[in-house]
């Protein structure tokens, strides 16, 4: 089966089992676009997470093809795909994974720390990634004192806004949302949602997020259902 060379995502016949275990995820046919809006949904359990771990290249597949923004992951090094990840992939997690003693501007910084690459296209883009930092985080709703403080010092609704400035930085191609709104009431996760939209939009990045929360469906153009994706080949 060929893979269209301007997919942001494309897996073939894809097998994954932690070590041990029976396979989690047996993924037969997924295309994902440049620039689209993916919500992928699954109950507790049933691989989302496991399944952002590969799309970020952290893990690899057993079996199948797994191309991501053009590169043919399972055929790369582990260092390879640490530096796709770092210049081309921002990545939400779960818990935000800040460090609690850093401001928040200098949070968001730690993503063009890693990578000449997202420096490089600020540069281009004539902005100092200090600028920017403070700019998405403005954004996001977090006002010039918000931004200096520490991150443990900052609610929960503002250490995500702070998390996905962070991912966002240096214009990555790819933005992994791994349930990065579960702490959060309705309002507060709507609103989020909206500007991660924008943001998302405004530098043409691609968005996965992934929830077990069926509110947020409508928001987005297209959701998959991971147990149905999986189902076509437990069913063939
Ligand atoms: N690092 C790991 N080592 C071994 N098994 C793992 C690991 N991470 C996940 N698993 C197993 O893989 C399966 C899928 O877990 P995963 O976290 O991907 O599901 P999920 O859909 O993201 O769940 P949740 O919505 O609860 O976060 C589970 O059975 C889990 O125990």
Redesign the pocket.
């Known amino acids: 089966m060929t893979i269209p060379s301007s997919s942001c995502v494309a897996i073939r016949n894809l097998s994954f089992a932690?070590?041990g275990?029976a396979a989690?995820l047996e993924i037969p046919e997924l295309t994902i676009a440049n620039g689209e809006h993916v919500i992928v949904r699954?109950?507790?359990?049933?691989?989302?997470?496991?399944?952002l771990s590969l799309l970020a290249g952290i893990n690899t597949p057993q079996q199948g093809q797994l191309q991501v923004l053009g590169h043919a992951f399972e055929k790369l090094s582990g260092s390879q795909r640490d530096r796709v990840r770092a210049d081309d992939i921002g990545y939400i997690f779960q818990q935000f994974n800040l460090l609690p003693y850093l401001t928040a501007v200098d949070n968001v910084l730690l993503a063009c720390q890693f990578s000449a690459k997202r420096r490089q296209r600020l540069r281009q883009a004539g902005q100092s990634p200090r600028q920017r930092a403070t700019e998405l985080l403005q954004h996001l709703g977090l006002d010039k004192q918000q931004q200096t403080q520490p991150a443990h010092q900052l609610s929960v609704g503002q250490q995500q806004r702070v998390a996905a400035a962070r991912a966002l930085l240096g214009q990555p191609a790819l933005l992994i949302a791994d349930?990065p709104t579960s702490a959060l009431d309705s309002d507060r996760r709507d609103e989020f949602i909206q500007l991660l939209f924008r943001e998302c939009q405004a530098q043409q990045t691609s968005l996965i997020f992934?929830t077990?929360d069926d509110s947020l469906v409508s928001h987005f153009p297209r959701h998959i259902e991971l147990t149905q994706l999986q189902a076509e080949v437990n069913h063939a």
């Open positions: 932690w070590p275990q989690v699954g109950a507790s359990g049933s691989g989302k997470s496991t399944l349930e992934v077990h």
